[in-house]
Structure formats: structure tokens, C-alpha cells
């Protein structure tokens, strides 16, 4: 592999990319293929393929650092009497429970779904169909008040039924983000809500496809590799904490249609430009 400046550049690049669309309800891992079909990075299949999936460790630490109060379930008083925190164990709890449908669907047919759907038609379609679907959900909320308003009264059948519908994003072009808030809102969870366990749901997932993806390919880098790999989380831990934050102030305001339209005009972008070629 040989690193220079232009393929930093290329790295910074797609770590921008990642940092953006890994929260947004846009689908991080089509952008990230769309855009190797034009700034193609210097580095082996393999190590490229893991390379889109181990930098959402950037974005993880993001989520981490901001939700820390949320997300770990002890509080420090005082330095020797740590207090257990229930309702965040609990809600730990529910997100195993989320995880178990994806978990068995990505052991079962990741390899196939690497090797056959990771096509710009593909990921097309799927953008443009989750588009489609969250503007048609969002008309229909209108009229509709959500059931659960926080994230601590996610049932556990209401996060197994999200977990159910973040299967859907094995697909490329759906986006994680997308089809667990498609599932959230459908089931009758506020926007925050949803959003808040989209949260939670992307550090066990996230981080165990990482492990997986580093086992097959192996943990000996090159010095050029895991400089690479550094300067593509960094980059997407620092733009994630300002998507991030955008994010949550965007929709206690406005709701998910816009990213909607966004995903169905570069779907037919996606076509048009694959379709000349």
C-alpha cells in the first residue's frame, strides 16, 4: 500500500462521510460504496472492506462520550460507593434483546449479502424505497400522537419489534439509523426516542461487526494500514459529535421527511449516473 498525501486526503474524505451519514436515517455504508466508485483509496479489497466497517468505531466513541451519563449504569458519589443504576441496566437489557434478530441474520447471510447486493443498483433502490417510506410514515404520524415518549419506556416487545426491523439494514442503502427509527415510529415511539436507541442499539452492533471484520482479516497491520485506519476514525468521531448534536436539536423540531426526499433524489441520481456508464 502506498500513502501519500492525496490518499490521506481520500481517507479524511470518507471519514467526513462516515461521520455524516452513520446518524443520519441516510445510509452510511451506501454512501461510503458510492463514493469508492469515484475516489477509489490505494489498499486491497480486504483491507478496504474492513477498513468501511471499522472506521464506525469513530462514530461509536462519538456516541459513547455524549451519552456516557445515559449509557453506563453506575454513578460515582463518592469514590468507594459506586450506586447501580437500574433503568440504564434495564434498558442494556433491551437492546440485547434488540440485537438478537440482526445478530442471527448477519451470521447467516453477511457473506452472501457482501458478495450479491453491495451494487449501486441495489443501493439505489433501497434508498429510494426507505425514502418513500419515511415520508409515507411520517404523513401518517401527523394525525397520530406517539405511546412512548421516552427512552425509558421502550418495552422490551417494543425493542424486540425494532431489532426486527434492523434487520432490514443488511441490506445496503436502507441505513441502520433509517430502519430502526422507521420501526420506532411505526410502533408509536417519539422521534427523540427512537433516535436515543438507535444510540444505544449502534455500540454492540457496530462494535461486534467490527470484531468479526478484523478477525477475517487477521490483526497485523502495516504501519501505512493503521495509520489509515487512525486517521479514519478520528476524523469520524470528531464530525459524528456534530451530527450528532445536530441531529437532536433538528428533530424535536422537524421530522425525518426531509431525509426522505434526500434519499429518493440521490437514489435516481445513483441510477442515472450507473445507468450512463
Not at 19 to 30: K, N, R, V
Not at 190 to 195: C, D, F, M
Not at 198 to 213: D, E, H, Q, R, Y
Not at 231 to 254: D, Q, R, T
Request: contains cysteine; proline residues 3%; positive net charge.
Amino acid at each position: 500500500m502506498t500513502l501519500n498525501f492525496i490518499e490521506i486526503l481520500k481517507v479524511v474524505f470518507l471519514g467526513i462521510v462516515e461521520g455524516i451519514t452513520e446518524w443520519l436515517p441516510i445510509s452510511s455504508t451506501g454512501h461510503m460504496l458510492l463514493v469508492d466508485k469515484f475516489i477509489t483509496l490505494n489498499m486491497s479489497g480486504a483491507f478496504k472492506e474492513m477498513f468501511f466497517v471499522i472506521i464506525q468505531l469513530g462514530a461509536i466513541l462519538a456516541v459513547v462520550i455524549m451519552f456516557w451519563k445515559k449509557m453506563f449504569p453506575f454513578q460515582f458519589r463518592d469514590k468507594i460507593q459506586p450506586i447501580f443504576k437500574r433503568d440504564t441496566f434495564t434498558l442494556w437489557l433491551k437492546v440485547v434483546v434488540a440485537c438478537i434478530p440482526g445478530a442471527v441474520i448477519t451470521i447467516l447471510f453477511d457473506d452472501y449479502i457482501e458478495a450479491h447486493l453491495h451494487t449501486p443498483i441495489v443501493i439505489a433502490a433501497a434508498l429510494i424505497f426507505y425514502g418513500i417510506a419515511f415520508i409515507v410514515i411520517e404523513i401518517r404520524n401527523k394525525k397520530r400522537l406517539p405511546t412512548t415518549l421516552k427512552l425509558e419506556d421502550i418495552t422490551y416487545h417494543a425493542a424486540f419489534l425494532i431489532g426486527l426491523f434492523q434487520v432490514l439494514s443488511i441490506i445496503p442503502g436502507t441505513s441502520r439509523s433509517g430502519a430502526t427509527i422507521i420501526g420506532a415510529l411505526l410502533i408509536g415511539v417519539s422521534r427523540v426516542a427512537a433516535a436515543e436507541f438507535t444510540f444505544f442499539l449502534a455500540v454492540p452492533v457496530m462494535f461486534g461487526l467490527s470484531v468479526i471484520k478484523i478477525i477475517k482479516f487477521g490483526i497485523s497491520f502495516t504501519s501505512a494500514e493503521l495509520l489509515i485506519l487512525v486517521i479514519g476514525m478520528v476524523v469520524a468521531f470528531a464530525v459524528s459529535v456534530l451530527v450528532i448534536k445536530f441531529l437532536m436539536g433538528y428533530i424535536k423540531k422537524h421530522d425525518f421527511k426531509s431525509f426522505g426526499w434526500y434519499r429518493i433524489v440521490l437514489g435516481m441520481a445513483v441510477l442515472l449516473v450507473f445507468a450512463v456508464r
